[in-house]
């Protein structure tokens, strides 16, 4: 479908009025050198494997975001799924491409032939297999995936963090599941510094993300969370040392936080939907405000870290690079085939490529949602919603 400047523009005059939609559908849809001898081995390891299982996607060494050394992994798979609604984007250590199916409740894994196996879920909402194969786990939702420097998937499951570890075993890290706020109560910071991170309640739905060290953070709607070795939450303070003057923005740090993302040098990058604002927080705890996301028509921007710790987002017909005092376009996504396309996950994969999907058909602007690839200026539909799924979206 091809709109035009004049449709374009009452479609997002008119976004603030569809902002809780968009933000649900983002939630779901939301919802990361071996010598010659080494690499032999490896190899041979590796067809040894696929010989006797035939149900491993085998990741080979390669260096981390970071310059951790990380080692092979095997994320055990299930039976052939079809993919019908795309969510958060996670590329592995050896460049698979894992997706979020919310509808589905499962984590897939794209395979190189195009089709999609099942990583984890049964495909039954709910919470179970902790110490299990992923695969035979219950899930609910997922979203927000990212790996670990050691290959190990992290993820968000309605209210914790789970992980699948490089042996395909499925265990809650944080979180009680408890995902909204009591009835009266105003929404405000609820973990306290140093609480037991399988205790805390996180009301929302976390973002998570990895910085130097393999330290894993945490932003709550409230709460900026550092996890501990000692399985404890820190809360990291912060300071507002400047501010935009849009109206409309947030008054504080503090209010509506969403994604999260951690650059080379250890300092935080948060969005916020209240005011789709983008800030800055140094190891200091000094927050800027660096740029005010509305691009997107109204969309939360979904941040991510490249392999080499830079920061990006996802800013509607565009992805931005963000730099604490700014955000500078790198890459449009106007148009794919000719038809609007509205980024709203993203990853970066191997040798430049970067996977990119958009809101799922009949919510945003298409029919039908997709999944693509952009690598040296071309870009490649790699999947399309099925027209049932996407008649589903629309009821």
Do not use: C
Request: aromatic share 8%.
């Amino acid at each position: 479908m091809i709109i035009t400047p004049t449709e374009q523009d009452t479609i997002l005059g008119d976004a603030e009025s569809v902002e809780l939609l968009i933000r649900e559908a983002r939630r779901k849809a939301r919802r990361r050198r071996l010598v010659i001898g080494s690499i032999i081995f490896t190899a041979l390891i590796a067809v040894l494997l696929a010989i006797v299982g035939g149900h491993g996607l085998i990741s080979s060494t390669r260096p981390t975001n970071y310059g951790t050394q990380s080692r092979t992994t095997i994320l055990s798979t299930g039976r052939t799924a079809i993919l019908k609604v795309a969510g958060s984007l996670a590329v592995g250590p050896s460049g698979v491409l894992y997706v979020a199916a919310p509808d589905e409740h499962r984590i897939l894994a794209r395979l190189p032939d195009g089709k999609f196996k099942v990583v984890a879920g049964t495909g039954i909402a709910g919470y179970s297999g902790n110490g299990e194969k992923a695969i035979v786990a219950e899930l609910s939702d997922p979203i927000d995936l990212t790996f670990n420097s050691i290959g190990d998937l992290y993820f968000v499951d309605s209210g914790r963090v789970r992980v699948i570890k490089n042996d395909g075993v499925i265990e809650t890290i944080a979180g009680n599941g408890s995902t909204s706020w009591p009835p009266g109560s105003h929404p405000a910071a609820t973990v306290v510094d140093g609480a037991r991170a399988l205790s805390a309640s996180f009301r929302s739905d976390p973002s998570i993300a990895f910085g130097p060290g393999g330290v894993l953070y945490i932003a709550t709607a409230t709460q900026l969370l550092r996890m501990t070795r000692e399985g404890q939450l820190d809360t990291i303070r912060t300071h507002r040392v400047s501010f935009g003057k849009i109206v409309g923005l947030p008054t504080s740090l503090d209010e509506g936080l969403d994604t999260l993302a951690v650059a080379k040098d250890g300092s935080l990058y948060v969005s916020g939907f209240n005011g789709w604002a983008i800030w800055h927080v140094a190891p200091n705890g000094a927050a800027t405000y660096v740029g005010y996301d509305r691009g997107s028509g109204g969309t939360i921007p979904d941040l991510v870290s490249d392999p080499h710790g830079a920061v990006y987002a996802a800013n509607g017909g565009a992805i931005v690079r963000v730099t604490p005092t700014g955000l500078a376009p790198v890459d449009k996504l106007v148009k794919v085939d000719g038809k609007y396309f509205w980024a709203t996950n993203f990853a970066f994969g191997p040798h430049g490529t970067l996977y990119v999907d958009e809101l799922p058909g009949n919510v945003g602007f298409e029919p039908r949602q997709e999944l693509v690839s952009l690598r040296g200026g071309r870009t490649r539909v790699l999947w399309t919603e099925p027209k049932s799924a996407a008649a589903r979206q629309s009821q």
